[in-house]
C-alpha cells in the first residue's frame, strides 16, 4: 500500500459543497455532530482514504469480517446545502501524517469544489458546566464576523495552546490555499463524551447552512451522560471528606 491510498466509491455532482469534518478530540464533539447528521440524513459513501499514518490494525464486523482502518468521506445534503462530511475512528499517530493526510483530505475537497471549511472539536473546561458555549477560530476576518453573528465566542488566547490536530491544519492549510475555514469547539469537560456540547456545536451549523435536524437522539444521549455524571459525582461524595465550597468541583 501506498503512504496514503484514496479509494473512490463515488463521484456525486454536488453544488457548491462545505466540508463538515468531525473525527476523534476532546469529549468526542465532533464525532457526534457528523454522526447525528449521517444517522438523521440520507449520505452517500465518496471515498475512503488509507494511510500508514492511521494505526496498524483492522475493525471486525458483526458477521465477523476484517476492514482495515481508514477516514472517510460522505456527501449528503442539509435541505439546500450540499455537504461533504469528513470522519472516521482514528487520526494520523505522527505529525507528518497529520500534514500529509490533512493536505489529501483538502485535495478530494477541491476535486468537489469545496471552498468553505468547518472543522469541529471540542474545547476541554476541566470542570463540569452547564452552559454549553461554542469557541471558534477562522481563516479570514470576514468569515470571524459571520461567525459570531451564529453565536460563536471568539477570546483572546483561547484555546490555550492553539489547536492541533486534523481540525487545525485544515484551518491552517485550508487557509493558506485560499479557502474560508473555520474550527467550532464546543466546550466541554474534556472527562466524557458529551453530547451537550455536540448539541451547541450543531446549533451553530443550522445557523450557518440554514437547515434543520431533528435532536432526539443526541438528547437521549445527553441524559444517559447526565446519569453517569451524577453516580460519579455521588461515588465522589460518599468517599471525598468534608470540604469547603472552594473545593466542591468535579475533579477528573
Known amino acids: 500500500m501506498d503512504e496514503i491510498d484514496i479509494e473512490i466509491v463515488a463521484?456525486?455532482?454536488?453544488?457548491?459543497?462545505?466540508?463538515?469534518?468531525?473525527?476523534p478530540g476532546v469529549g468526542h464533539v465532533g464525532k457526534l455532530v457528523v454522526e447525528h447528521l449521517l444517522e438523521e440524513k440520507e449520505s452517500e459513501l465518496v471515498r475512503r482514504v488509507y494511510s500508514e499514518h492511521l494505526p496498524p490494525q483492522v475493525g471486525v464486523g458483526d458477521d465477523g469480517t476484517a476492514s482495515l482502518v481508514c477516514i472517510e468521506l460522505y456527501a449528503l445534503t442539509l435541505d439546500e446545502q450540499d455537504v461533504l462530511v469528513l470522519t472516521g475512528d482514528y487520526q494520523a499517530q505522527d505529525s507528518v501524517g497529520h500534514y500529509r493526510l490533512t493536505n489529501a483530505f483538502l485535495d478530494i475537497a477541491d476535486e468537489?469544489?469545496?471552498?468553505?471549511?468547518?472543522?469541529l472539536g471540542g474545547?476541554?473546561?476541566?470542570?463540569?458546566?452547564?452552559?454549553?458555549?461554542?469557541?471558534?477560530a477562522a481563516a479570514t476576518?470576514?468569515?470571524?464576523?459571520?461567525?459570531e453573528d451564529a453565536g460563536v465566542e471568539f477570546r483572546e488566547d483561547e484555546p490555550?495552546?492553539?489547536?492541533?490536530?486534523?481540525?487545525?491544519?485544515?484551518?491552517g492549510l485550508g487557509g493558506r490555499?485560499?479557502?474560508?475555514?473555520?474550527?467550532?469547539?464546543?466546550?466541554?469537560?474534556?472527562?466524557?463524551?458529551?453530547?451537550?456540547?455536540?448539541?451547541?456545536?450543531?446549533?451553530?451549523?443550522?445557523?450557518?447552512?440554514?437547515f434543520e435536524v431533528d435532536f432526539s437522539s443526541l438528547e437521549d444521549r445527553a441524559e444517559e451522560m447526565e446519569e453517569v455524571v451524577n453516580k460519579i459525582?455521588?461515588?465522589?461524595?460518599q468517599q471525598a471528606p468534608i470540604a469547603s465550597d472552594d473545593d466542591l468541583r468535579y475533579i477528573g
Open 11 to 23: 463521484n456525486p455532482d454536488l453544488e457548491a459543497p462545505v466540508l463538515i469534518e468531525g473525527l
Open 112 to 119: 468537489f469544489g469545496v471552498e468553505r471549511i468547518f472543522a
Open 123 to 136: 474545547v476541554p473546561t476541566g470542570e463540569l458546566i452547564e452552559e454549553y458555549a461554542v469557541l471558534g
Open 141 to 147: 476576518t470576514d468569515f470571524v464576523d459571520e461567525l
Open 160 to 171: 490555550a495552546g492553539g489547536i492541533v490536530g486534523t481540525s487545525g491544519l485544515l484551518l
Open 177 to 210: 490555499r485560499g479557502l474560508e475555514a473555520t474550527c467550532l469547539m464546543g466546550e466541554t469537560s474534556g472527562y466524557l463524551v458529551d453530547p451537550k456540547s455536540a448539541q451547541a456545536v450543531l446549533e451553530v451549523l443550522q445557523t450557518m447552512l440554514d
Open 233 to 237: 459525582e455521588e461515588m465522589e461524595s
